[in-house]
């Protein structure tokens, strides 16, 4: 019934911007935790950033000051702006809904920076 589909993935050169959207569907949008998690290969999955339902936000220390999480609860869509981006960057990004009552996941985006 919940559905979240990531969208925005691609290639970028380092330095550059990207913005990735996670559209949300099936469920009471503002009552979630959403946050953004990416995993490059041969590493474990880490929390990029997260915001709650009262626009609360953290990021990890790596995207701090570079990568930026919001969410428009009429739109049922969180966003994730990168700039600067960097060749570490490089990973598949997972969309994430949490509330007491459900746990959610996307399929992920893949976003490449590279020259």
């Known amino acids: 019934q919940v559905q979240l589909v990531e969208s925005g993935g691609g290639l970028v050169q380092p330095g550059g911007s990207l913005r990735l959207s996670c559209a949300a569907s099936?469920?009471?949008?503002?009552?979630?935790?959403m946050a953004w998690y990416r995993q490059a290969p041969g590493k474990q999955r880490e929390l990029v950033a997260h915001i709650t339902g009262g626009q609360r936000t953290n990021y990890a220390d790596s995207v701090k000051g570079r990568f930026t999480i919001s969410r428009d609860n009429a739109k049922n869509t969180v966003y994730l702006q990168m700039i600067s981006l960097k060749p570490e960057d490089t990973a598949v990004y997972y969309c994430?809904?949490?509330?007491?009552?459900?746990?959610?996941w996307g399929k992920g985006t893949l976003v490449t920076v590279s020259s």
């Open positions: 994430n809904a949490k509330w007491v009552a459900g746990d959610y």
């Open positions: 099936g469920m009471i949008f503002s009552l979630y935790d």
